[in-house]
């Protein structure tokens, strides 16, 4: 099936610091890649929809400046959170569309999560 | 707006059924689908339904009413391994998810 692979899978940092998360989809071309943030015990909160060679969209309240997104190629896509501090730690994944669903095919497959923690 | 709710939370006993219900409000409608994130992990797909009636997987069972604007996700012989959250996540006519907050299943001996 249908693999994303995001790495690293948890990262710690110092204030101030900046830190880019990979989102790679494997065995398919992905021309839309979605990023979201999970606080703990919340639901997943779309943070903006990177498409392959165009500037990302992002969602209301989330900082363009702050999470730079970039999807240079069909498989991969980079979220770079820049001048990291602790209310940014959170639990980070994102996810590539494959295309169209059935019963038993999602229409995005997730990355495993990469959790940041800033100290 | 676009609104899903779901129960917070669950509890059910090991060997039994529950059912976890999601009502959703969407602009347009292109699917509905579950999710099981266990804590710390990311989501895992379960089902997808986009048309009415329900669909079995083994254990699990999906259920939609697009005319309710209603699905629910059904769980047969619990085991303790299914204690998790549960997401629903409605499809809207321009391909975007929107998600509920998730029910966190709790399953006793």
């Known amino acids: 099936g249908a693999v994303v692979s995001q790495h690293p899978s948890w990262v710690i940092c110092k204030s101030g610091t900046s830190v880019k998360i990979e989102c790679r989809s494997l065995?398919?071309?992905?021309?839309?890649m979605f990023w979201y943030r999970q606080f703990p015990k919340q639901s997943l909160m779309l943070m903006a929809t990177?498409?392959?060679?165009?500037?990302?969209?992002?969602e209301q309240g989330v900082e363009k400046d702050k999470f730079l997104i970039n999807h240079a190629s069909l498989t991969l896509s980079t979220l770079t959170v820049t001048s990291a501090h602790p209310e940014d730690s959170s639990f980070y994944i994102c996810?590539?569309?494959?295309?169209?669903?059935?019963?038993?095919?999602?229409?995005?497959?997730f990355g495993n999560g990469t959790r940041l923690t800033v100290t | 707006g676009q609104n899903i709710d779901q129960p917070t939370e669950m509890t059910a006993t090991e060997g039994a059924i529950v059912q976890i219900n999601c009502t959703y409000q969407?602009?347009?409608?292109?699917?509905l689908f579950w999710y099981q994130q266990h804590a710390g992990e990311a989501p895992t797909f379960l089902s997808y339904n986009v048309l009415d009636g329900l669909e079995e997987k083994g254990r699990f069972s999906s259920f939609l009413s697009r005319s309710k604007g209603y699905s629910y996700l059904l769980l047969k012989e619990l085991q303790m391994k299914d204690s998790a959250s549960y997401l629903c996540?409605?499809?809207?006519?321009?391909?975007?998810?929107?998600w509920g907050a998730g029910t966190k299943l709790i399953i006793k001996p």
């Open positions: 990177s498409n392959e060679g165009s500037k990302a969209t992002y």
């Open positions: 996540a409605a499809m809207d006519s321009n391909y975007q998810l929107i």
């Open positions: 996810s590539a569309n494959q295309g169209t669903s059935n019963s038993y095919n999602s229409p995005l497959h």
């Open positions: 969407t602009s347009g409608f292109n699917g």
């Open positions: 065995d398919f071309q992905a021309t839309t």
